[in-house]
């Protein structure tokens, strides 16, 4: 069957490393942003957000940087476990309407032990 | 709460046939969306829906037709499948900006949360 992720840029790390996976938005107005993680067959999952207001954000194991004059988003994984393997997206919305996402292409991580 | 379910899982459909998508939700979301997803590719917005009863295109409509009859509910059909059109096809709904609860999930207003995917081949 079809295979989401087939040629997207992969990023290999050591189980144990610390995983970074950048995107660049397009939109200058964008004033939130999402991070999703998608397993393979599965739907993409919430992550962590940050919004426009904020340059960082730090979750459980998880660090989001936002760099607005250069227009990009980057994931932090600490201590990348072989669960962490998937395809990661960043997301990036404009308040106001009706919630519209435009989606990056995506980064595959793949975690090795 | 199932959050966003999706019926069917797969399907293989040959060219000319029909067929619709369910999507159903159960954290009372206003909005709710229908992407495709191409292999090296992000997700693209097919159609997205605001509240009941209301539809609107988004950045790939062609060949997709929707409808919103329940809150909880939103439907993609295929009227006259093509082979251009296999891919998955996600589900997703949001609650509006202005929106906050909690509820078993961890919500955020903002965020879009995702049905599993409906494998689709067309012949």
């Known amino acids: 069957g079809e295979s989401v992720g087939l040629h997207l840029p992969t990023l290999s790390v050591q189980e144990g490393d610390n995983s970074i996976i950048n995107c660049a938005y397009s939109?200058?107005?964008?004033?939130?942003f999402i991070w999703y993680k998608q397993e393979s067959g599965k739907g993409p999952q919430f992550i962590i957000d940050?919004?426009?207001?904020?340059d960082k954000r730090q979750g459980q194991r998880v660090t989001v940087l936002l760099n607005k004059t250069v227009k990009h988003l980057s994931l932090q994984i600490a201590a990348t476990q072989p669960g962490d393997s998937a395809v990661y997206f960043c997301?990036?919305?404009?308040?106001?309407?009706?919630?519209?996402?435009?989606f990056g292409a995506g980064t595959r991580l793949a975690v090795h032990p | 709460n199932a959050g966003v379910t999706q019926t069917p899982k797969f399907r293989v459909l040959k060219t000319g046939q029909s067929m619709t998508l369910l999507c159903a939700q159960d954290m009372n979301h206003e909005y709710m969306y229908w992407y495709r997803q191409d292999p090296g590719m992000g997700l693209r917005l097919i159609h997205y829906s605001v509240g009941e009863g209301t539809t609107a295109k988004g950045e790939v409509p062609d060949g997709y037709n929707v409808s919103r009859l329940k809150k909880q509910n939103f439907l993609l059909g295929l009227e006259s499948a093509a082979p251009s059109q296999t891919s998955v096809y996600f589900c997703a709904s949001s609650a509006p900006l202005d929106y906050l609860t909690l509820r078993g999930l961890d919500y955020r207003t903002d965020t879009q949360y995702f049905g599993p995917g409906t494998r689709l081949t067309v012949l």
């Open positions: 997301a990036e919305n404009t308040s106001g309407g009706y919630n519209k996402l435009i």
């Open positions: 939109n200058s107005a964008s004033d939130y």
């Open positions: 940050i919004r426009s207001n904020m």
